[in-house]
């Protein structure tokens, strides 16, 4: 018998081991790994070799975050087959799982219809057609280069530029014409929107998401 290999990813402790231990006791059904974060999860992904993944969509409270880690996943493997795990039932919380590459959306209540999901997942039987996934991406993916584009002001991007080249804050100074006083207004409400602890972060990260 073929056994499919699962990789678990899930916040809650308890509840990730409820699941392994209830998936482990399929007879085709085995986990080779397991994270509690986005960072964990794409560092051990690829060493695990799973054949479908498990992924809740809240890895932090209420931030749909699981969602930007399926598409990560499938950026390192294209043909990795998730399906979502959550609590949660918005029809555009289901939209934006599917538009992130997921093949199936189960809610936790409905625990039981997992091992099953798992078997349909890993033998491409998918609850949305491919092309139809694949648009959906599409236009996700066009919404939130969008949306990232609106985070910040002008003013903000000149700044995270001019950090991302290195520049000190005496050259900023010069190089805007503003003061001491309003560069660190703009980083702190920087930091706040982009949910990071320094300056060098949010223009690394800025940088990445072709935000200036």
Same mark, same amino acid.
């Given at each position: 018998m073929e056994t499919i290999k699962v990789f678990?990813?899930?916040?809650?402790?308890?509840?990730?081991? &409820?699941?392994?231990?209830?998936?482990?006791?399929?007879?085709?059904?085995?986990?080779?790994?397991?994270?509690?974060?986005?960072?964990?999860?794409?560092?051990?992904? @690829?060493?695990?070799?799973?054949?479908?993944?498990?992924?809740?969509? %809240?890895? !932090?409270?209420? %931030?749909l975050d699981?969602? +930007? !880690?399926?598409?990560? @996943?499938?950026?390192?493997?294209? &043909?990795?087959?998730?399906?979502?795990? !959550?609590?949660? !039932?918005?029809?555009?919380?289901?939209? +934006?799982?599917?538009?992130? &590459?997921?093949? %199936?959306?189960?809610?936790?209540?409905?625990?039981?219809?997992?091992?099953?999901?798992?078997?349909?997942?890993?033998?491409?039987?998918?609850?949305?057609?491919p092309t139809a996934a694949a648009a959906l991406r599409n236009e996700f993916l066009r919404l939130k280069n969008e949306e990232n584009r609106k985070l910040l002001s002008p003013a903000e991007k000149d700044i995270l530029q001019l950090i991302h080249q290195g520049k000190t804050q005496t050259q900023i100074e010069q190089s805007l014409h503003i003061t001491k006083r309003t560069i660190k207004n703009h980083i702190n409400r920087i930091l706040k929107k982009m949910g990071v602890k320094t300056s060098k972060e949010a223009a690394a990260k800025a940088s990445q998401k072709k935000l200036f």
């Open positions: 678990l990813v899930e916040d809650d402790p308890v509840w990730r081991k &409820g699941l392994v231990d209830y998936l482990n006791k399929e007879a085709d059904l085995t986990v080779v790994g397991e994270a509690g974060t986005k960072a964990e999860a794409t560092e051990r992904f @690829l060493a695990a070799k799973a054949d479908v993944v498990l992924m809740d969509i %809240n890895l !932090t409270e209420n %931030n699981g969602i +930007e !880690t399926a598409m990560e @996943l499938i950026a390192l493997e294209a &043909g990795c087959k998730i399906i979502m795990l !959550t609590s949660l !039932t918005a029809e555009d919380v289901i939209v +934006e799982s599917f538009s992130a &590459g997921a093949v %199936n959306y189960i809610s936790k209540s409905s625990f039981k219809e997992i091992p099953d999901a798992i078997r349909a997942a890993h033998n491409q039987q998918s609850a949305i057609h």
